[in-house]
C-alpha cells in the first residue's frame, strides 16, 4: 500500500512557475514508476509525465516538453514537477500517482493522491 500527498498547487500568471512534490509514504516507493496526470473542468485525466523506479527514464505528454521536468528523490521518498512557462491552459487538478510501469494511461497506475489546484491566469 502506498499513500502520495501532492503540494504546491497554486495561482500563478501565465509565464511563471511552480514546482509541484508529491510525497509518498511506505518503504517500496523505489520500485514503483510515477506518473502526474492532470485534469481540466468538463475534460478527462490525462497524462502529463512519467519517470522509472531510478529516474533514468522519463516521459512526457507534447503538450509540456521543453517546459516540465519530473524528477524523484528515493531517499525522501518524493516525486517532483517543476512547470515552467505556464500557460492558461495548463489549469487543472493534478494527480500524482504510482504504478508499475511508464505509461500513459491512467488504469496503468495503482495509487493516486487527493490532487492539488494548479490555475494559470492570462
Known amino acids: 500500500q502506498v499513500q502520495l500527498v501532492e503540494s504546491g498547487g497554486g495561482l500563478v500568471q501565465a509565464g511563471g512557475s511552480l514546482r509541484l512534490s508529491c510525497a509518498a509514504s511506505?518503504?517500496?516507493?523505489?520500485?514503483?514508476?510515477m506518473g502526474w496526470f492532470r485534469q481540466a473542468p468538463g475534460k478527462e485525466r490525462e497524462f502529463v509525465a512519467g519517470?522509472?523506479?531510478?529516474?533514468?527514464?522519463?516521459d512526457y505528454a507534447d503538450s509540456v516538453k521543453g517546459r516540465f521536468t519530473i524528477s524523484r528523490d528515493n531517499a525522501k521518498n518524493t516525486v517532483y514537477l517543476q512547470m515552467n512557462s505556464l500557460k492558461p491552459e495548463d489549469t487543472a487538478v493534478y494527480y500524482c500517482a504510482a504504478g508499475s510501469r511508464l505509461r500513459v494511461a491512467p488504469y496503468e497506475y495503482y495509487y493516486w493522491g487527493q490532487g492539488t489546484q494548479v490555475t494559470v491566469s492570462s
Open positions: 519517470i522509472n523506479w531510478s529516474g533514468v527514464s522519463t
Open positions: 511506505g518503504r517500496t516507493f523505489n520500485s514503483y514508476v
